[in-house]
């Protein structure tokens, strides 16, 4: 087995983030017992009972908030209706920040932050303003440019840390809320997306789902980069050593828990102290996480072989992962990753293929030497300008 580094907090994202997956089976549902998160005090956040007769994407109810950290912008928070992956209806939450002069229909982009946390305290809602999102001052550069920007709460209403398609259905939902709320005016504005690392999971399932799942958003272009394309092949990479940032693959296993009850449990491997940091992470944000986590292997926490998943462990993880998921998005796409990413860029690159097989303009970016946490600001500023030029107008680039 190759040797695998122990890297920082930012450095290896979510790369881990698939380590626990493998110790996911099936159970009979009525064993089937998730850990989920202490509700939001805050009862904005709480779906009304009525909520299945709103339309995915329609705005329940909204608030104007301080835009704490964005001088000059104007920001709403939207409650939203989605769809979770039991096919129920759900409320989300979507946070839209607009630069001076308002919406005016200017161009709209939905940033799906990298999160890997959950506790709901956690969401972007929260962090963009209390210090805890890493890359919102970022946001200011977006805002400078005349572009409004919508921040979803990604992991949905239970945290749903590792569900990246339905983070893709939520990021979705939540453009749609933005675009049908008057006081934003932005119901004719273009819209690019964009997400690195876990975001870019939320964002890429976004752009595959699209086609058919909303396929009357103007999306121009899809920035996204580090996707984790395959959460399986991550499973069977990582995580079987200790490891600084075990807790969050650990923390992925407890969160597709939440989104699949009755299909997917770690109940019957858990040891004592698997139980155990099973409850001290199950309301906790990225650092908390990582340090309960730090430096454990499945032998610490598991009983069992952690490898023997059955055809619905391995089927979840297939509907999370896009390089199993046949949609193919329609908006061209700026895909990049360094080429020393502990997240494979070779797999990306493979479903890039696959898209450019199927017509989609990609061009995808591979920064020589550049690990995980270096590709971040090597790319991020060509994925802003590349979603300039798509708002401009300008042809797609593609190095298919």
């Not at 075990?246 to 004592?272: S, V």
């Amino acid at each position: 087995m190759r040797r695998i580094r122990q890297p920082s907090v930012r450095r290896f994202g979510v790369a881990i983030l698939a380590a626990a997956l493998a110790g996911l089976g099936h159970v009979p549902p009525a064993m089937a017992q998730p850990i989920y998160p202490i509700p939001d005090p805050d009862g904005f956040y709480w779906a009304p009972p009525d909520v299945g007769n709103f339309q995915p994407g329609d705005v329940i109810r909204s608030r104007p908030v301080a835009a704490v950290g964005f001088p000059g912008a104007t920001a709403w928070q939207l409650l939203y209706r989605s769809t979770n992956s039991a096919g129920d209806p759900i409320a989300a939450v979507t946070t839209v920040l607009l630069p001076v002069g308002g919406g005016l229909n200017r161009p709209l982009v939905s940033y799906q932050p990298f999160i890997n946390s959950l506790g709901l305290q956690c969401a972007p809602s929260h962090s963009l303003f209390d210090g805890g999102m890493q890359e919102a001052p970022a946001l200011n550069v977006l805002l400078a440019r005349g572009w409004a920007v919508a921040v979803p709460d990604h992991f949905g209403p239970t945290s749903a840390y590792g569900a990246a398609r339905l983070g893709g259905r939520l990021t979705l939902d939540g453009i749609r809320a933005v675009k049908r709320f008057p006081p934003a005016d932005l119901a004719d504005s273009p819209v690019g997306m964009a997400g690195y690392s876990s975001g870019a999971m939320a964002t890429g399932f976004a752009a595959a789902l699209a086609p058919e799942y909303a396929p009357e958003l103007p999306i121009v272009g899809v920035a996204q980069g580090g996707v984790p394309v395959s959460i399986g092949e991550l499973a069977r990479e990582v995580g079987q050593q200790p490891n600084r940032l075990f807790g969050l693959g650990f923390a992925a296993g407890i969160g597709l828990e939440r989104e699949y009850p009755g299909q997917l449990t770690m109940e019957r491997f858990l040891n004592p102290a698997g139980w155990a940091l099973r409850a001290q992470v199950a309301n906790a944000c990225t650092t908390e996480i990582i340090d309960a986590g730090a430096y454990k292997d499945f032998d610490d926490v598991f009983t069992g072989s952690v490898f023997d998943a059955d055809a619905a462990a391995i089927g979840v993880m297939h509907e999370n992962s896009l390089a199993n998921y046949p949609g193919i998005p329609r908006a061209p796409i700026y895909e990049w990753h360094g080429t020393d990413d502990e997240v494979d860029p070779w797999l990306a690159r493979e479903v890039m293929g696959r898209y450019c097989a199927a017509g989609t303009p990609v061009l995808l970016d591979m920064i020589p030497g550049a690990d995980h946490v270096a590709a971040i600001y090597a790319g991020a500023p060509r994925a802003f300008s590349y979603l300039s030029d798509r708002f401009a107008g300008l042809p797609a680039p593609s190095n298919c």
